[in-house]
């Protein structure tokens, strides 16, 4: 059984480029969650995707987007980086919605995105 | 919006003591808290979790306490370890997995 799995591991773009983060969720799980860790602070939810839809947003401004594919791997789009955005980026995977006390969502080691 | 905070940045102890994690919350409506556990170049990994109709959940060397009418939740990690020096993240949610509220984090280091 794989882990949760992140590509690129560290990523530098400039202000006003667009990026893209991967991410494989473990196997089994139909369920990627994406959230920004900025430094000091903890990781703050982004976005959610079950089954290929989105199923609940953060407080992100919508040049933050994803996708979640057939397979249930997913991938966060930032168009016009801002410097603000540089942060470590975690995805987590779960199995089904589910909800409660049992939690069995996993993280991937993230991506160190830097916006200079 | 803070909903979950972690006031302590940092606590140190020594090997084979109590370390006690504080997190509180403004929340009411939070159904379940988690500790997650992070080691650097690592994604956190989940240590705890309580239902919020508990007060109490113990795995192992670890117990988690939850006071609704305060709105405050700790961890109590018992003996401490070497191991257990990391990032230590409460969490909050309500409904479905995933959708977490994090803390700031505690950086425990525990010394010899």
């Known amino acids: 059984e794989t882990g949760v799995t992140q590509s690129p591991t560290h990523l530098i773009k400039t202000r006003g480029q667009q990026v893209t983060l991967r991410c494989s969720s473990q196997s089994g799980h139909n369920t990627v969650s994406w959230y920004q860790q900025a430094l000091g602070q903890g990781p703050q939810f982004i976005f959610q995707?079950?089954?290929?839809?989105?199923?609940g947003r953060g407080n992100f401004p919508p040049r933050f987007s994803g996708l979640q594919f057939p397979n249930y791997s997913s991938e966060l789009n930032v168009n016009a980086l801002e410097l603000d955005d540089s942060a470590l980026y975690l995805c987590?995977?779960?199995?089904?919605?589910?909800?409660?006390?049992?939690?069995?969502?996993?993280f991937g080691p993230g991506t160190r995105l830097l916006v200079l | 919006d803070q909903q979950v905070k972690q006031n302590s940045p940092s606590l140190s102890v020594q090997e084979g003591r109590i370390s006690i994690l504080n997190c509180d919350y403004t929340n009411s409506m939070f159904d379940y808290f988690l500790w997650y556990k992070k080691y650097p170049a690592e994604g956190p990994t989940f240590l705890i979790s309580?239902?919020?109709?508990?007060d109490k959940n113990e795995d192992g060397r670890f117990t988690v306490f939850l006071n609704k009418s305060a709105k405050h939740l700790s961890l109590h990690i018992v003996p401490s370890q070497p191991g257990d020096s990391a990032v230590y993240f409460c969490?909050?949610?309500?409904?479905?997995?995933?959708?977490?509220?994090f803390g700031a984090g505690t950086q425990v280091v525990v010394t010899p």
């Open positions: 995707y079950y089954r290929e839809e989105e199923n």
């Open positions: 309580i239902s919020s109709i508990k």
């Open positions: 987590a995977s779960s199995s089904g919605l589910g909800g409660g006390a049992q939690e069995t969502q996993y």
């Open positions: 969490a909050a949610g309500k409904g479905s997995w995933g959708k977490l509220q």
